[in-house]
């Protein structure tokens, strides 16, 4: 084990998902006097909502006959403010660990950032998994992977003086080619038509690059790479005439936006089941006392992929979760429209 | 009642049935035909019920519009008769519909 020196997050609760079921678990544990983290893989709060139907309306919230995904996402965030949530965006946890020591038990948790967390409960509201880039189905794909073909850029440097062909029309694509076509030795971007989702500058400017000769455009489709080892030499493609062609490069970035995987989820030691984690309809919890599991990612008899479901299960997440984390005070029901001490936390009262 | 086949990338044809008015994709959920992954369920925001449109049925079926061209750009080895399965709504026109789904969705 390396020894990390950075300092360990302390928290009451860890909430692993920022859809809309963490974020109202962040209400409901914050009026149990429980303070929540909160850890999500996309740069940006919402979870599905926010990501694939920020302006779908969404017709079965109750009190809402309807409110557009972001809009929900907007409303909860306001709906939480008053418990102060901390997130940490961008990040994937890829180890939960569970330690018994004289305070009682804690959780380890380690992100792919190296963020480490020491939390009392943690609550998995995962929806579908992790939004992870979607990867071309093209022919030993893999074996060039974190070699000569990534998802995304972590250092434009390593870049530098190579012939990159970057593949896609959206922003992520765009961005990139214009990031790095004074970096790389050459720039190649290739797409299937020539229309552009990008924000419409990007294009303006790709454009102009293109006609100075400082990078190439073509219109096409990878069906195939060359190479050895893991070193591309080339992308053998074809163009929407069906006709092949090929592209030297030792470079591919494939920007064909987010899917849902289960990923590290499963090696958490967590029972699961068809991908999904099993829990009882009580407390909401895992195999692994302490941790539960609310939204989409669980299952139990009965179960309905709601998010209207994910609010009532993070209700009675957080009933249980409160004995966890204060195991001698004894909890009692309280209504927010008439308790003096819920309208405190929620800075409503006098 | 509206029949549609689906063939998938090894050649096996489905035949299940949908009401007018019911998106292609409900029809293969509800049936729980293999090679349709719907992902966003059925908002036009992840190109995981990508299809290939048979070539007679291209006509009768029609051109994607905009936001679906533009999503079908996350999509794997888009042809000209491809779809996304969720933006066509099956009517009496469309009976006996044929389509491919692709050996990977995403």
Known sequence: ?350 | MTDVTFIDHTGEARTVSGTAGMTLMEVAIKHQVPGIDAECGGACSCATCHVYVEPEWMEAVGQPASMEEDMLDFAFDVRPNSRLSCQIKISDALNDLRVHTPARQS
Not at chain 1, 16 to 34: N, R
Not at chain 1, 80 to 86: A, D, G, S, V, W
Not at chain 1, 214 to 230: H, I, S
Not at chain 1, 270 to 282: K, S, Y
């Open chain 1, 1 to 350: 084990m390396t020894e990390h020196n950075e300092a360990v997050i302390k928290t009451d609760a860890l909430i692993i998902g920022a859809g809309p079921v963490g974020l109202f678990a962040v209400f409901e544990l914050g009026l149990l006097d429980i303070k929540a983290h909160l850890i999500d893989i996309l740069p940006k709060i919402g979870g599905q909502c926010a990501e694939l139907y920020p302006e779908k309306p969404i017709y079965d919230i109750p009190g809402f006959p309807v409110v557009t995904g972001q809009q929900l996402v907007d409303n909860l965030l306001q709906q939480i403010e008053p418990f102060h949530p901390e997130f940490h965006l961008g990040e994937m946890v890829v180890s939960v660990a569970r330690h018994e020591s004289e305070q009682g038990v804690l959780f380890h948790i380690e992100t792919d950032a190296g963020t480490r967390f020491e939390a009392k409960t943690v609550l998995v509201a995962a929806g579908g998994g992790s939004f992870q880039p979607k990867k071309p189905p093209i022919p030993d794909i893999d074996s060039y992977e974190n070699t000569s073909v990534f998802y995304a850029v972590r250092q434009m440097e390593s870049l530098r003086d190579h012939h990159v062909l970057i593949v896609g029309g959206g922003d992520s694509a765009l961005d990139w080619a214009l990031n790095l076509q004074s970096v790389a030795a050459r720039v190649t971007l290739m797409h299937r038509r020539d229309e552009f989702r990008a924000a419409p500058h990007s294009v303006a400017k790709m454009r102009e690059l293109v006609a100075e000769g400082k990078m190439d455009l073509l219109f096409g489709q990878v069906t195939g790479l060359e190479g050895a080892n893991g070193q591309l030499t080339a992308a053998k493609c074809k163009g929407m005439d069906q006709a092949a062609f090929r592209v030297p490069c030792d470079r591919m970035l494939p920007f064909f936006g987010l899917t849902m995987k289960l990923g590290p989820i499963a090696e958490w030691g967590l029972n699961l089941h068809e991908n999904l984690i099993p829990v009882d309809t009580e407390k909401f919890e895992t195999s692994t006392p302490g941790i539960f599991a609310i939204g989409d990612i669980n299952t139990y008899p009965g179960k309905l992929k709601l998010i209207l479901s994910g609010f009532h299960e993070a209700a009675l997440a957080a009933q249980k979760a409160h004995r966890y984390i204060y195991p001698d005070k004894r909890l009692l029901f309280q209504y927010t429209t008439s308790s003096t001490s819920l309208q405190k936390k929620l800075g409503v009262n006098g």
